[in-house]
T-cell receptor
Framework: DSGVTQTPKHLITATGQRVTLRCSPRSGDLSVYWYQQSLDQGLQFLIQYYNGEERAKGNILERFSAQQFPDLHSELNLSSLELGDSALYFC??????????FGEGSWLTVV | KNEVEQSPQNLTAQEGEFITINCSYSVGISALHWLQQHPGGGIVSLFMLSSGKKKHGRLIATINIQEKHSSLHITASHPRDSAVYICAVRNTGNQFYFGTGTSLTVIP
């Protein structure tokens, strides 16, 4: 158990819909990262937050947004969903500059 | 062009063999991570390197900053080492780039 909690574990939704994925980092970790893993694209970095502020941005679509709340949990919002958004979405957290701890992921299926 | 290239893509080894997985990158980095992903999806960070060499049990990771190259070695491989190994680099802007992974199968 990495200490990073992601919900939901599985989600099936229709095209055009909007979903929110939630992540609770390890206690005390200020950094939260979001990644997408699909069969055709592999693992891709989406975005990083540090203590509530956006720190780095990767290949995150404009239809996607994220935020980190004062209690350090984070949410990834995916809107206008397309079939190609079906993927495993990982959240990870880390103490500053150190090892990254991954959650178990949220499986999103868009039908 | 991928910022991170891994080789080999697939690797099958007999139990007990010494295994090497290579990673080359083209961006300036602040750190390099080796990740392990077992069937079923979970990802574990094995090492974070910014220079030199690290060892944890039967796993050894090295990095050569000048050559922009890292290697992950597994000594005395075991079937439980079967997994996908992913090299990831964090650039100086805190963005991550990932290799496509090396799928390792260790046969008893």
């Amino acid at each position: 158990d990495s200490g990073v909690t992601q919900t939901p574990k599985h989600l099936i939704t229709a095209t055009g819909q909007r979903v929110t994925l939630r992540c609770s980092p390890r206690s005390g970790d200020l950094s939260v990262y979001w990644y997408q893993q699909s069969l055709d694209q592999g693992l891709q970095f989406l975005i990083q937050y540090y203590n509530g502020e956006e720190r780095a941005k990767g290949n995150i679509l404009e239809r996607f947004s994220a935020q980190q709340f004062p209690d350090l949990h984070s949410e990834l919002n995916l809107s206008s969903l397309e079939l190609g958004d079906s993927a495993l979405y990982f959240c990870a957290s880390s103490p500053t500059g150190n090892t990254i701890y991954f959650g178990e992921g949220s499986w999103l299926t868009v039908v | 062009k991928n910022e991170v290239e891994q080789s080999p893509q697939n690797l099958t080894a007999q139990e007990g063999e010494f295994i090497t997985i290579n990673c080359s990158y083209s961006v300036g980095i602040s750190a390099l991570h080796w990740l392990q992903q077992h069937p079923g999806g979970g990802i574990v960070s094995l090492f974070m390197l910014s220079s030199g060499k690290k060892k944890h049990g039967r796993l050894i990771a090295t990095i050569n900053i000048q050559e922009k190259h890292s290697s992950l070695h597994i000594t005395a491989s075991h079937p439980r080492d079967s997994a996908v190994y992913i090299c990831a680099v964090r650039n100086t802007g805190n963005q991550f780039y990932f290799g496509t992974g090396t799928s390792l199968t260790v046969i008893p």
